[in-house]
């Protein structure tokens, strides 16, 4: 036995019926044998209801495949500019940023870039310090 899912082209309807082969299937088919259950029409195919659905659904994981893709490699322009443009200073961040700010050191193009705790940051900002935080990838989380 095997299942189909049926569609009527008439009234868009579907169904499942069973046959006993795939031949059976287009043997009923061509001797009009099939119809639809709600309008009686011959106008009746089997579905490709179900693959569209996987289809569907590996399409939005494909989108949002693509919008991460995007984003990160947006990210690593952005980090490749930092890097380019910025002073790495590790984790001197918070001291390299004050010094800047104190100091008024212009030496420094760009600015810097580091790491900085979360506390760290609130106290620069307290004291008045603009800092940025983006979100970082590291060329191993590929
Ligand atoms: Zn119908």
Redesign the pocket.
Known sequence: MIKYNLV?K??N?FFDSWFSSSKEYEKLKKLKHIN?Y????LEVEKSLMSPNIINSKNKKLQEKNKQFDYVKKTLKEYQKFIKDNFKYVGKNFAYEARSIHYKNKKKIKGGIYGNASREELKELREEGIETETIPWINEKDN
């Open positions: 009527c008439k009234c309807k639809c709600n309008c009686n029409s």
